[in-house]
């Protein structure tokens, strides 16, 4: 998983994005996201430095984000009909697929699967897909039974769920 042979950093819909050079059956580990561990401190530090630094950020726990810093993670970007999610093996962040991903497709996941309803964070949303919601927020603004869908792929960590019920 260490090796990223299996995909390339690509021009897609917004941007750079990682794109599939192979097929990834439904269920497959395609990347681990790695990085550097910082607080949330620094990461409302970055809003005021550079925010594309916060735009990459991946929450990892209650007070902890990853900072992909250069790793591929940076430019995983998001659709409203994601094919893949992020599960949290142990101490990793694994993005899985939850659809069959064909070669030359882009991988995608929902950012708000990892938005807590504590997490301010906002985006308009160009991802092109018929059920896109036009603007991406936090847990707490997701349909109920878009959660459900993702709870039960298991893209939807526990702490982020407990964030909606304080
Ligand atoms: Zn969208």
New binding site residues.
Partial sequence: MENYSMLEVAQVRNGKGIVALTNFRRGALIFEVAGKLVTGEQVWRYWETDPRLGENCFRYDDDHYIDPDGRIGQYAN????PNAGLVRRGRRLLMKAISPIAAGDEITHDYSTLLGADDVWKMR?????AD???V?RNIGHLPVATIRRYRRLGIIPDFIMATRRR
């Fill in positions: 998001h659709s409203c009909h949303c160009n991802c092109g897909e896109c919601r036009r991406v």
